[in-house]
C-alpha cells in the first residue's frame, strides 16, 4: 500500500459526459501529479501541483482541469468526454519536488 | 526537453538466470533516474533511484541498477530472475536543473519463464 488514495477505483460514463476523479496524497507529501495512461501513448504526465499550486503541466487537454484543495487532496476534472479519454488515471504524491513519486491504484476511466 | 528510452517491449528470462532491462536517457543537465515496477492492475510501486554518488544503485526486491553518464544509460539488472518478477518496468527521469516532472520511458514486459 502506497499510502495514495485514488476514488472511484472504476468508472464507466458517456461520450460528452463530466467525471471527477480524487486522490487523497500521502500524509506529509506536499506534491501531487496526474499521470494517464493508455494502451497506445503509455504513461503521460498531465500536470503538477505543490502545496496548492500548480507548477508543471504536461499533456493534458483543455478539456481536462484539476486543483489541489488546502487539505492537500486533488481532483482531476475531465469534461465532455470523448471515447478516447478511456484510459488508468493515476495520482501520485511526493515528498518534494525531486523525490521519487508513489502511485495510486488508478482510476480506470471507461467512455462508451 | 528529457526524454526515457527503453528500446525492448518485451524480455524473456529463464527462472535463475540474470536479468537486464535496459533504459537510455536524454536531459540537458543532471539527471535523476528511477525505476517503477508494475503488475496488472495495479498502480507503479518505486524499485530503486539514482540521485548522486555511488553509481551501482540498490534497490527493493534484489534488484540493482547502473549508472553509466558516458552512455546515458540506467539499466535494471538482477542476478537470479524469479517468476514473481513477470510485470512491466518503467524506467523515469528528472532533469534536476530544469524540470519538475517525472518523464517514463514507454515501459518494458518482463517474463520470466519457469
Known amino acids: 500500500d502506497s499510502g495514495v488514495t485514488q476514488t472511484p477505483k472504476h468508472l464507466i460514463t458517456a461520450t460528452g459526459q463530466r467525471v471527477t476523479l480524487r486522490c487523497s496524497p500521502r500524509?506529509?507529501?506536499?506534491?501531487v501529479y496526474w499521470y494517464q495512461q493508455s494502451l497506445d501513448q503509455g504513461l503521460q504526465f498531465l500536470i503538477q501541483?505543490?502545496?496548492?499550486?500548480?507548477?508543471a503541466k504536461g499533456n493534458i487537454l483543455e478539456r481536462f482541469s484539476a486543483q489541489q484543495f488546502p487539505d492537500l487532496h486533488s481532483e482531476l476534472n475531465l469534461s465532455s468526454l470523448e471515447l478516447g479519454d478511456s484510459a488508468l488515471y493515476f495520482c501520485?504524491?511526493?515528498?518534494?519536488?525531486?523525490?521519487?513519486?508513489?502511485f495510486g491504484e488508478g482510476s480506470r476511466l471507461t467512455v462508451l | 526537453a528529457q526524454s526515457v528510452a527503453q528500446p525492448e517491449d518485451q524480455v524473456n528470462v529463464a527462472e535463475g538466470n540474470p536479468l537486464t532491462v535496459k533504459c537510455t536517457y536524454s536531459?540537458?543537465?543532471?539527471?535523476?533516474l528511477f525505476w517503477y515496477v508494475q503488475y496488472p492492475n495495479r498502480g507503479l510501486q518505486f524499485l530503486l533511484k539514482?540521485?548522486?554518488?555511488?553509481?551501482l544503485v540498490k534497490g527493493s526486491y534484489g534488484f540493482e541498477a547502473e549508472f553509466n553518464k558516458s552512455q546515458t544509460s540506467f539499466h535494471l539488472k538482477k542476478p537470479s530472475a524469479l517468476v514473481s518478477d513477470s510485470a512491466l518496468y518503467f524506467c523515469?527521469?528528472?532533469?534536476?536543473?530544469?524540470?519538475?516532472?517525472?518523464?517514463f520511458g514507454s515501459g518494458t514486459q518482463l517474463t520470466v519463464l519457469p
Open positions: 523515469a527521469v528528472r532533469d534536476v536543473g530544469s524540470a519538475r516532472q517525472l518523464t
Open positions: 501541483y505543490y502545496n496548492g499550486e500548480e507548477r
Open positions: 539514482y540521485i548522486t554518488g555511488d553509481n
Open positions: 501520485a504524491s511526493s515528498v518534494s519536488e525531486i523525490g521519487e513519486l508513489f
Open positions: 536531459v540537458s543537465g543532471n539527471p535523476y
Open positions: 500524509s506529509g507529501d506536499l506534491s
